[in-house]
Nanobody, 119 residues
Framework: QVRLVESGGGLVQAGGSLRLSCVASGSIGRIKTMAWYRQAPGRERELVAIVTSGGTTNYADSVKGRFTISRDNAENTVYLQMTSLLPEDTAVYYC?????????????WGQGTQVTVSS
């Protein structure tokens, strides 16, 4: 079993910054893609940013130029640096990872961390 634990959420004023972290632990062979999703009240969960094991990144249009995803493969950790935050960035942010062990690959979710941006 693999566990993803997020941290770094909180309350921030519009224009401010936050850095989210997500650490994976457990029966890990290799972590493939790691990503951040978010879900605002009354809305569907959406992809925010994704990073492959080779470091290729992709972002939702709404966060391009403001958010940066990165990973530390040695520490099984993915980060999301969020700058120029807007009230519409308010959501629960979830870490997601594809983890392989032997010939199997499974997808895992963290428990989520709340980000609230006040206007």
């Amino acid at each position: 079993q693999v566990r993803l634990v997020e941290s770094g959420g909180g309350l921030v004023q519009a224009g401010g910054s936050l850095r989210l972290s997500c650490v994976a632990s457990g029966s890990i062979g290799r972590i493939k893609t790691m990503a951040w999703y978010r879900q605002a009240p009354g809305r569907e969960r959406e992809l925010v940013a994704i990073v492959t094991s080779g470091g290729t990144t992709n972002y939702a249009d709404s966060v391009k130029g403001r958010f940066t995803i990165s990973r530390d493969n040695a520490e099984n950790t993915v980060y999301l640096q969020m700058t120029s935050l807007l009230p519409e960035d308010t959501a629960v942010y979830y870490c997601n990872a594809d983890v392989s062990r032997f010939q199997f690959t499974n997808n895992y979710w963290g428990q989520g961390t709340q980000v609230t941006v006040s206007s």
